[in-house]
């Protein structure tokens, strides 16, 4: 086990005591001391149990997780099990990144991905967590980057004064760089799909971001291989999942989630975006694509439910406008969401942050 002992919740340690029960063949070790379980980890009710990925590699493999899932699934309070091999994390190519690494994801598009990445990285650079943070928006949406919009910048980046690197943009308190910013208009989507293996680690190194506190980046939707490419390119430290109610839009955040625990890459949680309809005469809140594809989503993967964000047309007039909500009108209610949201990302980020290092290229 990579844990320590007393860092383990008492529900951890009554599924590892269970697991201990199960034997390896008629005589042979349990599955614990054998080495077969790398790590029990719960979030809320659910469970994964991750095995050594030698064990799963083998015949007994497949017969002994059907075996766990089945003594684990009987600990009372747990709701869920996930019996998985240990997640291999990837080595990133940029041994660090410009700051803490926050990437905003969802496996299903128009969800308000990017909507949201800015409100946050908005909501950051303007005290939300107590104080001003340096952050960063890296909109690695290829396909169909919207982050220039958002933002209300655009044109083509520069180089810095000395020619070496590319200067972000500036926009709200943020540094803002996306590919809108670097590529000719009308080149053609195949193009661009080159760019992402390659030029995503570019991207990172090669601004001029100078030291951030966090850097937001915008995933464009899906589990593309941009995905993978960002978590080649850098640490990212978080991810956000982003999901609007309704089965297919949480069906597709579930696969999205799985790729990242797969890679090792940790979910601080979910956002429920779109989930209601406040009427502007009435304020009669009415909930259009069902009530609990979030809350159901949480209790599935025993990630915390962060935050559920209404459908409201200011949200959607700010954005047209290149303004983010959370600073066009800092006291609606959306703002006052969105900067609770914040301050508990940062709070869970802070510990990764490194003061005033200044990120320099290697
Ligand atoms: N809470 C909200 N209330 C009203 N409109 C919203 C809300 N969230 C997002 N929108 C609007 O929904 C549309 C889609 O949002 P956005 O572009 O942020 O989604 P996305 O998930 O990034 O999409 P894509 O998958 O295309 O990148 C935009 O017009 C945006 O203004
Ligand atoms: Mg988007």
Not at 175 to 203: C, D, H, I, T, Y
Request: some cysteine.
């Amino acid at each position: 086990m990579t844990r320590e002992q007393q860092t383990r919740t008492p529900l951890e340690t009554a599924v590892l005591a269970t697991l201990a029960g199960i034997t390896v063949g008629e005589d042979g070790p349990d599955v614990v001391s054998a080495g077969h379980v790398a790590e029990v980890v719960s979030t809320g009710g659910a469970i994964r149990v991750l095995l050594d990925p030698a064990l799963v590699a083998t015949e007994d493999g497949e017969a002994l997780a059907e075996i766990m899932r089945e003594v684990v699934g009987a600990v009372p309070g747990v709701e869920r099990v996930i019996v998985k091999p240990r997640p291999q994390s990837v080595t990133p190519i940029l041994a660090q990144a410009p700051g803490v690494v926050l990437a905003v994801h969802s496996g299903k598009g128009g969800v308000g991905k990017s909507t949201l990445a800015v409100n946050i990285a908005a909501a950051l650079a303007h005290g939300a967590a107590g104080r001003p943070l340096r952050v960063g928006v890296l909109d690695a949406d290829v396909y169909g980057p919207s982050v220039p919009l958002l933002l209300g910048v655009s044109g083509r980046a520069q180089t810095t004064a000395d020619g070496s690197r590319i200067a972000p943009m500036a926009a709200h308190g943020l540094k803002v760089m996306s590919l809108g910013f670097l590529m000719p208009e009308g080149k053609p989507l195949a193009w661009r799909g080159s760019l992402v293996s390659e030029g995503l680690p570019q991207l990172i190194a090669e601004v001029d971001w100078g030291a951030l506190d966090i850097l937001v980046v915008d995933l464009p939707p899906g589990t593309s291989d941009v995905h993978l490419a960002l978590a080649q390119a850098v640490p990212i430290a978080g991810v956000v999942a982003v999901t609007a109610p309704g089965q297919i839009s949480t069906d597709d955040v579930r696969r999205g989630l799985e790729m990242f625990a797969d890679i090792a890459v940790p979910c601080l949680g979910l956002i429920e975006n779109m989930s209601t309809f406040v009427c502007r005469s009435c304020g009669t809140e009415v909930a259009l694509f069902g009530d609990n594809g979030g809350k159901d989503l949480a209790l599935e993967t025993g990630l915390p439910l962060l935050a559920r964000i209404p459908f409201l047309r200011d949200v959607l007039t700010a954005s047209e406008a290149g303004t983010p909500l959370v600073l066009a009108e800092p006291a609606a209610p959306f703002s006052q969401t969105i900067t609770a949201l914040a301050r508990r990302l940062a709070d869970e980020l802070a510990p990764q942050m490194k003061g005033d290092t200044a990120w320099t290229q290697h």
